[in-house]
């Protein structure tokens, strides 16, 4: 029996702390792994407590716009305008129906490019991307007033 306490008590008090937190820390490692590589469904309340704590709003950082090459007329034109303008979604003039445009070309090529970057009625402002410049848009518009019978002349690009 001598033997036995002294073993018991040859252990230091450094040797049980570290087990004692060994004992605790591991399983919740090893639960935190699980919950995180998805290997153990999440039961419906507690995705629906996650849904209702997360942040109403999330900072994003605008892209480095540095070295940034604005797209031509034609490439916003297939990007952001056709999605509607091809098909008279929404009741969008299509791209190259002169009758359906006539009465927005004669309000003059600024009038079509301000409508554009801020949006009237259904069309969203900036066609949907707000990532687009002035200059962008106004290129595109250009293209598709000239393809439906207007003579605008694009922008072209400021001197850097």
Not at 2 to 11: M, P
Not at 48 to 54: L, Q, S
Not at 97 to 107: C, E, L, N, P
Request: charged share 15%; hydrophobic share 45%; with cysteine.
């Amino acid at each position: 029996m001598s033997d036995s306490a002294n073993a018991a008590s040859s252990v230091s008090l450094l040797q049980k702390i570290i087990a004692i937190l060994g004992g605790l820390i591991a399983p919740i490692f090893v639960l935190y792994f699980m919950i995180t590589t998805n290997a153990v469904e999440m039961p419906a309340p507690v995705i629906d407590v996650a849904n209702n704590i997360k942040p109403l709003a999330q900072v994003e950082v605008a892209p480095d716009r540095t070295n940034y090459v604005d797209m031509t007329g034609d490439e916003v034109v297939k990007q952001a305008c056709a999605a509607c303008h091809a098909s008279g979604m929404m009741n969008s003039p299509k791209i190259g129906d002169a009758a359906g445009w006539a009465a927005r070309i004669v309000q003059g090529y600024e009038t079509l490019t301000n409508n554009a970057i801020n949006g009237i009625r259904t069309m969203p402002a900036r066609g949907g991307n707000p990532d687009l410049t002035d200059l962008e848009i106004a290129r595109a518009v250009a293209v598709m007033a000239n393809q439906s019978g207007a003579n605008f002349t694009p922008p072209q690009a400021e001197a850097k």
